[in-house]
């Protein structure tokens, strides 16, 4: 694949995860838990990561992080989007060079992590270890949303034309 073409689907996955992003911020909560949501950006990103490699996963993620953030966030909003989808991003790049897992495992791994990132800079902001305690109810938020994104992912993988082989 041309370089050029590298590049519109590096556009493509940023633009479909900023719009993920953006759909997710419009959907009331679901449940009356703080800071449960689904993770739909996280379809891009497991995309992302299979189909353009460790370094676009992390860059397109990054990109829309913060991206998101000047657009519709804040300061506080992009700490604890870094802390998240940076950590998340990290252990499902090294869960998927272990080959033991499918997508949706590393979709789930993805979850729990963006959960632990995000509690870990709530500790750090808050300068409480209390709020470690509500990790478990994120956590079970976290394996359900990311087995279904995984599912989603992992359809979306199949379906792109492009293998990784082509870059």
Known sequence: MRKTSKLALYGVMTALAMILSFVESQIPAFV???GVKIGLTNIA???ALYILGDKGALAINFVRIV???L???NAMSLSFSLAGGMLATIVMILLKKLGRFSATGVSIAGGLCHNLGQIIMAMIILNTKAIFWYLPVLWLSGILSGFVIGIIGALVIRR???GKSDF
Do not use: H, K, Y
């Open 32 to 34: 009356a838990v703080p």
């Open 71 to 73: 657009l519709f966030g």
């Open 160 to 162: 792109i034309p492009v």
């Open 45 to 47: 990103v497991l995309a």
């Open 67 to 69: 991206a998101v953030a």
